[in-house]
């Protein structure tokens, strides 16, 4: 909104001027008076006067009406006329695209000034020509902008739904869709009103668009030219007219487009050197030989325009070697955060800040950026959900792993293919000859997911985070992957630390069980004694919510709470059906309720008792 | 079983991809479907991805035109039926999408989206659209005063809510919902089942459910299809089917269907590689080239979808045999 104000009060300003140059007491533009020929500032004319003895200021604000009216008018008309040509074309493709499209792309071919030429010819220069020219001229841009706009915006489920209320066509056009495509439309209209200013300036000079003696920005350059020696600031005040006006429609229209946009996000705060710096100032805590990964006290900080939240608090887990940990929780909760931390991948405004994270006698909260890419994809590996956007899609699959593995380890290439086609094999990669050479698009969704994690097996990992790896694949490529991991860790002893917010996931894979909600962990311990006899009020609610035994599932009632407006207290006091007054009071801390049992619940003894009895 | 409000028959849909010098595959998206539907009951359609349950839900509300077959609505055929007569009947038929996100335009406030098929179908005066707003979005648990917000300050589960409401406005008798909680954590899903659960008895509203989780659509459903490379492979009550599947891929399907109660967890069975592509399908059955039960036979006349126990079909030749 802000950001509105300054282009927008320069345009508008520009525009007024050029309005209500007929009331301004301006001297008349087009009386000569030889004898003022050139003259510097004088009173009357703070500009001074032209080759003719004209006034330039006045030169200058009628010839804004001349050159913004002409740039205005054509890109209007071009807007309208190529944004319904590209809508009609995206909307009913075929035939409709061919006679509209495709049609005006036909005079893409022809040279603009050529174009003009003809047309000046034809019709005389002109005001009124140029407007038609430059109208002419810039239909094909807004009808492909507003084409491939369209096409876009047509696969959108929230076009399929109002054309499933029965809509009629025109209304979908011009109710969803056009507000939808207005953004780059508008940039395309500034572009427009940007290039029609400079072209009808290009075409006056020339003497093919506006005639003297009227005014235009056009020909005052023109005319300066002439005399640029004895009066080089002739030429001076029409550029900076000229530059000007382009350079604050290019600003409004941005600022437009991103007004018209209801979504457009908060600019990311920078983060400061000593945030950076002061995580490594606090004392560590001594870190346990028999574990692989020691998480403790992990909290992460993001600076936002709302103030600082922290989205993941005093977060404690480990996990040995052979061992499964799961990390379940709903969305929002803080599990992919907890996990990027680990891996030194937080997103730019997020840092950790405080707690640590040992693995061996490493904290990776306090590595540099090179020590940890030597630990990423080597000892330390992750998966993500989506294996598209983390393959590059460029590159074969199999030049990938092998990549992977020339990264850390020094062998040939030959060698590393080698090796890639072993772990394709291992992966069960059904024919893995021929899906080395494949590129990333060629394969499915489950063979994707196979491949990186064979990438990430590639160096024989002592710890693999996976997060929601299987939650974009249908349940039998599932049950395999699954499989595959149980197997894999089986055989070589890495840890695993699993993310999901499948609930029956986690009992069919892990060992343990951190159940994490809105950043802190509330439970934590082996998988059979949590989900059998769950001591917090959200296991429980999230074990009720799951569709398993013949009782209907239970929602439970609201959404988490967004980091910046966490409640005091209990932080489920809001949805738990438990709660009472002391609940809200404090935050119940982590208590050990039984060995290797963590529950956050000041009632969980109470609780635990009237279930028993 | 009443008339049906809406029957499919013998239903099919080819995608060919439209290209100026290279043909392109023909995709058979569905083949060959029959299912109906009577006014109050609710049929879930599962099946892993691009086995054609979403293609399945678009041509039944007519939003794509069948390849093959007909689609009744309360007696009359839809290819057949008048321009100006779909938009009465469209006010009857609506959609519920998978993506909470997409599902909603992101530039208009969500009380002006829900009230599009009331002024669309003049069935409220303008003066009276904001009270009926109000109305649809309290039964879906919504705040009235929510109208006015932007979609994308809701949650998934809150958008979930409103795409329900925008859909429910025109008071539909047949509603397809599109994976509708597939992208929602447990804890909301339980809450939007639920919805849909008292809107459909509420309202008897004909609910044709797709979704590829089993249990979700046991609890909602009456009756099930089980979809694969656009064939039905089976159908039946959604109690028998999953509790004594009849065709092999319901069976894989089912076992390996995560379990909570490890005393519950069947034996799975790993299907072996991948789905085969939907344009270049296997001949006779389908799912022959990830069958283990699979024999000579299998490669060559497509299964019949018959007649299996009481009220059940299926599409297996060996079915018995396996049983
Ligand atoms: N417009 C289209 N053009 C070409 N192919 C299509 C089109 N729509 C669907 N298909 C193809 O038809 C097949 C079935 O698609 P459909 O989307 O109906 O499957 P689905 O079971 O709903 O999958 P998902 O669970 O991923 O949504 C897929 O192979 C898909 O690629
Ligand atoms: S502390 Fe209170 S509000 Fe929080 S989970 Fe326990 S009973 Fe519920
Ligand atoms: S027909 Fe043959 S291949 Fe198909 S499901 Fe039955 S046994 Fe398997
Ligand atoms: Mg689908």
Request: hydrophobic share 45%.
């Amino acid at each position: 909104m802000k950001r509105l104000w300054l282009p927008g009060g320069f345009v508008a300003a520009i525009l007024l001027i050029a309005l209500l140059a007929p009331l301004l007491d301006l001297p008349n533009p087009i009386r000569q008076d030889i004898a003022r020929r050139l003259s510097g500032p004088i009173p009357g004319s703070p500009l001074g006067r032209d080759e003719f003895g004209r006034d330039v200021l006045s030169r200058l604000i009628w010839g804004a009406r001349t050159s913004l009216g002409v740039a205005f008018a054509s890109a209007l008309i071009a807007g309208a006329i190529g944004t319904m040509i590209g809508l009609v074309g995206g909307w009913f493709r075929g035939i409709g695209e061919l006679l509209t499209v495709r049609l005006v792309d036909v005079i893409l071919c022809f040279p603009p000034i050529l174009l003009a030429l003809l047309v000046v010819t034809l019709l005389g220069p002109g005001a009124a020509t140029l407007i038609l020219v430059l109208s002419v001229l810039y239909v094909p841009g807004f009808a492909r902008v507003a084409y491939a706009e369209v096409l876009s915006a047509r696969s959108n489920d929230y076009v399929e739904a109002v054309r499933a209320l029965g809509a009629p066509t025109g209304r979908i056009l011009l109710r969803t869709v056009l507000p939808n495509i207005a953004g780059p439309v508008l940039v395309q209209f500034s572009l427009a009103v940007a290039a029609a200013v400079v072209v009808e300036s290009g075409l006056s000079f020339l003497g093919l668009g506006v005639v003297p003696p009227a005014p235009s920005w056009g020909l005052m350059i023109r005319g300066a030219r002439a005399t640029m020696e004895q009066a080089p600031l002739m030429l001076l005040w029409p550029c900076a007219a000229l530059t000007l006006t382009i350079l604050a429609m290019n600003l409004l229209c941005d600022a437009l487009r991103d007004w018209v946009d209801p979504r457009t996000p908060a600019r990311r705060p920078r983060l400061r050197l000593v945030d950076r710096l002061l995580p490594g100032l606090l004392p560590p805590a001594e870190p346990k030989p028999e574990t692989v990964l020691d998480v403790s006290g992990l909290t992460v900080e993001i600076e936002t325009p709302l103030g600082a939240i922290k989205p993941v608090e005093d977060v404690s887990l480990s996990v040995r070697a052979g061992e499964t940990v799961a990390l379940v929780g709903e969305s929002g909760s803080g599990k992919s955060l907890t996990a990027t931390a680990v891996m030194g991948l937080l997103p730019p405004a997020a840092r950790p800040a405080a707690g640590a994270a040992w693995f061996g006698d490493r904290d990776l909260l306090r590595l540099s950026e090179p020590e940890l890419r030597r630990l990423r994809g080597g000892a330390v590996a992750m998966v993500f959900q989506d294996p598209m956007s983390s393959l590059n899609p460029v590159h074969r699959a199999g030049d990938q792993v092998a990549e992977a593995i020339r990264a850390h380890q020094e062998v040939s290439v030959a060698d590393a293919k080698a090796r890639a086609l072993d772990l394709f094999r291992r992966v069960g990669i059904a024919d893995p000859e021929r899906r080395l050479n494949a590129y990333p698009h060629e394969l499915s969704g489950g063979m994707r997911q196979r491949v990186m994690i064979a990438m990430a097996l590639a160096n024989r990992p002592r710890l693999l985070i996976a997060d929601e790896p299987t939650t974009a694949l249908d349940v039998t490529v599932q049950a395999q992957i699954l499989d595959l991991l149980a197997e894999l860790k089986r055989e070589t002893g890495t840890a695993l630390i699993f993310i999901t917010h499948s609930l029956a996931v986690v009992a069919e894979i892990a060992d343990r069980v951190t159940v994490m909600y809105a950043g802190q962990v509330v439970e934590q311990g082996p998988v059979a004694q949590v989900f059998g006899t769950p001591l917090h009020p959200y296991t429980r609610a999230l074990l009720g919510a799951v569709h398993e035994s013949d009782a209907a599932p239970v929602g439970i009632p609201g959404v988490v709470p967004q980091p910046h407006a966490f409640p005091t207290g209990c932080r489920f006091a809001p949805r738990c059906a438990h709660a009472i007054a002391a609940c809200s009071a404090a935050p119940p801390p982590l208590e050990e309720a039984a060995e290797g049992r963590l529950v956050r619940c000041i009632r969980w003894t109470d609780l635990a008792g009237a279930k028993a009895a | 079983m009443s008339a049906p409000l809406i029957e499919a028959t013998g239903l099919s849909k080819t995608f060919t991809s439209r290209g100026v010098f290279k043909r392109g595959r023909a995709v058979q998206a569905v083949r060959q479907v029959d299912v109906a539907l009577a006014g109050g009951e609710a049929v879930g359609v599962v099946g892993e991805s691009g086995s054609g349950k979403s293609t399945l839900g678009r041509l039944m509300l007519g939003l794509l035109p069948a390849t093959e077959g007909t689609v009744r609505f309360d007696g009359r055929t839809l290819d057949k039926i008048p321009r100006a007569e779909w938009r009465t009947l469209r006010r009857r038929m609506q959609i519920v999408f998978q993506d909470p996100y997409g599902s909603l335009d992101p530039r208009r406030r969500v009380g002006a989206q829900i009230a599009d098929g009331l002024a669309i179908h003049g069935l409220v005066p303008a003066g009276e659209q904001g009270r009926r707003v109000g109305e649809l979005l309290t039964m879906v648990g919504l705040d009235p005063l929510q109208a006015k917000r932007f979609p994308h300050e809701f949650s998934g589960g809150q958008r979930q809510r409103v795409g329900i409401a925008r859909a429910l406005a025109t008071s539909p008798d047949f509603l397809v919902a599109d994976e509708p909680v597939s992208s929602l954590d447990v804890s909301i899903q339980a809450q939007i089942l639920q919805l849909l659960g008292e809107l459909r008895r509420d309202l008897k509203l004909a609910l044709l459910f797709i979704s590829h989780d089993l249990p979700v659509v046991r609890h909602l459903c009456d009756r099930v299809v089980v979809m694969y490379l656009g064939r039905v492979m089976e159908e039946g009550p959604a109690e028998r089917v999953f509790a004594e599947p009849a065709h092999p891929y319901t069976r894989a399907l089912i076992s390996a269907t995560p379990r909570l109660d490890p005393g519950k967890r069947t034996k799975r069975i790993l299907l072996p590689g991948d789905p085969p592509s939907p344009s270049d399908p296997p001949s006779g059955c389908v799912f022959r080239t990830r069958c283990a039960h699979a024999i000579e036979a299998c490669a060559g006349a497509v299964p019949a979808l018959r007649a299996f126990g009481e009220a059940r079909r299926v599409a297996c030749i060996r079915a018995e045999e396996i049983a």
